[in-house]
């Protein structure tokens, strides 16, 4: 089945040692996106890439970032986590083309920093 | 800038009751909406969304929402509920940006479904 795949499913860190999260997808979406979610909030949107291009949301740390280096990989790093980082992280794709096209998400990451 | 609002934190409903989660929605223009459910330790699922044209729409799993554009509001409703339903149930306003789609949640409606 076509999937989007994330691994770790549970990662721990400690405060300021660097992670990297990992997403993959087999359906051969240009898009891909990484939001986090913290306990009882929204999933917020930090960036996302279309094909090659990153498109970075305002309000996302500069500890966050990101690599695409081909279609089915997406990569998370956060460079020195902070204990506020602590959250699911979920990787979602779509089809570009804009609104229409519906994201399919992943299981998520739950990150804890100590 | 486009927000969404879910009133109800938590709900219980008994198995077979119907069931209505409220959504209220910000958006300057013609609102692109989807309801998405999360069971735990998953990822988000799309029940429905909706674009333009009627505004009962049909999901998967037997919900359906409606969008009232003069109550700014799309709420997702199921006639009789399963107990396989309780999970937590996102409202989302999606709105195109660099090629893709942001989608704004809402902060979620827990279900719960007592047997």
């Known amino acids: 089945d076509a999937m989007v795949i994330q691994n770790p499913r549970y990662q721990v860190t400690q405060f300021g040692k660097p992670v990297t999260l990992s997403c993959s997808q087999t359906?051969?979406?240009?898009?891909m996106y990484w939001y986090q979610q913290k306990s009882s909030q929204a999933p917020k949107l930090l960036f996302h890439y279309y094909d090659k291009d990153f498109n970075n949301e305002a309000d996302t740390p500069d500890n966050f970032q990101s690599r695409r280096p081909n279609t089915s990989f997406c990569f998370l790093d956060i460079r020195s986590p902070g204990l506020g980082d602590t959250a699911m992280y979920l990787c979602?794709?779509?089809?570009?083309?804009?609104?229409?096209?519906?994201?399919?998400f992943g299981p998520g990451t739950r990150l804890t920093v100590l | 800038a486009q927000s969404v609002t879910q009133p109800d934190i938590h709900i219980t409903v008994s198995e077979g009751a119907s069931l209505e989660l409220r959504c209220n929605y910000s958006y300057g223009a013609t609102p692109y909406l989807f309801w998405y459910v999360q069971s735990p330790g998953q990822g988000l699922q799309l029940l429905l969304k909706y674009f333009s044209g009627d505004t009962l729409v049909q999901g998967i799993k037997g919900f359906e929402a409606e969008f009232k554009r003069s109550q700014s509001s799309f709420n997702l409703r199921k006639p009789s509920v399963h107990w396989s339903d309780a999970a937590e149930y996102f409202c989302?306003?999606?709105?195109?940006?660099?090629?893709?789609?942001?989608?704004?949640f809402g902060t979620g409606t827990q279900l719960k479904v007592e047997l």
């Open positions: 989302a306003v999606g709105a195109g940006t660099g090629g893709g789609n942001k989608l704004t």
């Open positions: 979602a794709t779509s089809r570009a083309g804009g609104v229409s096209n519906e994201q399919f």
């Open positions: 359906l051969n979406h240009n898009v």
